[in-house]
């Protein structure tokens, strides 16, 4: 600072302020008033501006990343949602293209477990399927992620595990509502349907 010239001085202090670093072991508040006036002691002219904590300082610098974070945890709901919804329309649409057959096998003396069992078979072996190539997707591109992830590896097998089971368990759910719905229809009604 004693070496700047005050022209220069005033043309950088807009865009580069000067920075005293107070390094303690107490409460970095209870020594700022102290610390304000040795700096006033040693230019009265100084003017002296945000007092804040080197953890506050580090937040502000991570802010845009955390942001970053937020949003991408936002669009990820929103995806994770949207898988749900589709999971389900899938389904419930194959189900419903099956009405005609799953009349005729209760016609034929299959009981609705049976039915049951066998829709929540076929469900859950396309989500296996497609929880399978998610994975190797995942994997493959979370080198891309390497960059914005703190304190968690790209590959983080609890992620990865976590998000399965969560989506076997949707489609679970998924399959097994249009199923039960396909095991009341009345044999009758579902050999006349289409």
Request: hydrophobic residues 55%; glycine residues 8%; aromatic residues 8%.
């Amino acid at each position: 600072m004693g070496q700047a010239s005050l022209s220069s001085d005033q043309f950088f202090q807009a865009w580069f302020p000067t920075c005293v670093l107070v390094r303690t072991a107490q409460n970095p508040f209870s020594l700022s008033h102290a610390v304000a006036g040795v700096l006033r002691a040693a230019d009265p002219n100084l003017a002296i501006g945000q007092v804040r904590t080197m953890e506050e300082v580090l937040s502000f610098s991570i802010a845009f990343q955390r942001f970053l974070v937020t949003l991408m945890t936002i669009f990820a709901g929103l995806a994770l949602v949207l898988a749900c919804v589709g999971l389900y329309g899938v389904i419930s649409y194959s189900v419903s293209r099956r009405t005609h057959e799953i009349g005729i096998r209760v016609a034929l003396g299959a009981t609705r477990r049976d039915i049951l069992a066998a829709i929540v078979r076929q469900g859950l072996q396309l989500t296996t399927i497609g929880v399978v190539a998610g994975l190797v997707a995942a994997f493959g591109l979370s080198r891309l992620l390497r960059s914005v992830l703190f304190g968690v590896k790209p590959s983080n097998p609890g992620t990865f595990i976590a998000v399965s089971m969560l989506l076997v368990a949707l489609a679970l759910v998924a399959t097994v509502i249009p199923a039960r719905r396909a095991t009341k229809v009345d044999p009758m009604v579902a050999l006349r349907y289409e």
